[in-house]
């Protein structure tokens, strides 16, 4: 079974609107990853969070964290076209950490 | 400064076939990985390896076998393919396993038909 998973499944804008994409995930952890996924390509690692923080930036991107609620999400502000990919959360799954999984993504399209 | 490469990058086998997944990262990481994904799908984890000399398996491992050359390599074995071992094949690494964030190669497209 899955550890994070992602909501909503498809996301669809315009560009210089925000996009904002949830994570939800089931046991405890020590931290919670996003990643970004273009067609066709590897992954790319975009923010990492622990456990012991609530909030956190870089540049257009914003990643709160619930652990009380053992959910995530990630804010994209004024989007671009460059923008459209899948994005995934990771966790490491705690003290289970051969189970650390990905959530199937948000599937985020920024049209022009 | 290459970060994760994957070889091959395509590949087409048949149903019984075995062939190896080569993985080597440039980065001096310890912690290496390899997940599998399905189309439309997040990625599950077969195995991993937190240092040089250990692995250990992840949420998929049935069918699969790996090996840690050293501490830039991690190869992944399909012993007897199946077609359901048909996917997109991710190799990861990171400098302490879980911990940090992961760089992936490029995937490696299985077909088994």
């Known amino acids: 079974s899955q550890q994070g998973e992602e909501d909503p499944q498809a996301l669809s804008i315009q560009e210089g609107e925000n996009a904002t994409m949830n994570c939800s995930y089931k046991t405890s952890i020590n931290n919670l990853q996003w990643y970004r996924q273009n067609s066709g390509r590897g992954l790319v690692h975009l923010i990492l969070i622990r456990s012991n923080e609530r909030e956190k930036h870089s540049g257009r991107l914003r990643v709160t964290l619930d652990t009380s609620k053992k959910s995530s999400s990630l804010l994209i502000t004024a989007s671009r076209a460059a923008d459209t990919a899948s994005y995934f959360c990771?966790?490491?799954?705690?003290?289970?950490?051969?189970?650390?999984?990905f959530g199937d993504g948000t599937t985020l399209t920024v049209k022009p | 400064n290459a970060g994760v490469t994957q070889t091959p990058k395509f590949q087409v086998l048949k149903t019984g076939q075995s062939m190896t997944l080569q993985c080597a990262q440039d980065?001096?990481?310890?912690?290496m990985y390899w997940y599998r994904q399905d189309p439309g799908m997040g990625l599950r984890l077969i195995y991993y390896s937190a240092s040089e000399g250990t692995t250990d398996k992840g949420e998929v491992p049935n069918g699969y076998n790996v090996s840690r050359l050293n501490k830039r390599e991690f190869s992944l074995r399909l012993e007897s393919a199946a077609p359901s071992q048909t996917s997109v094949y991710f190799c990861?690494?990171?400098?302490?396993?879980?911990?940090?964030?992961?760089?992936f190669g490029q995937g490696t497209r299985l077909t088994v038909v």
């Open positions: 990771a966790t490491d799954g705690g003290t289970n950490a051969g189970k650390s999984t």
């Open positions: 990861a690494s990171s400098d302490r396993v879980w911990y940090t964030e992961a760089f």
């Open positions: 980065m001096n990481h310890n912690s």
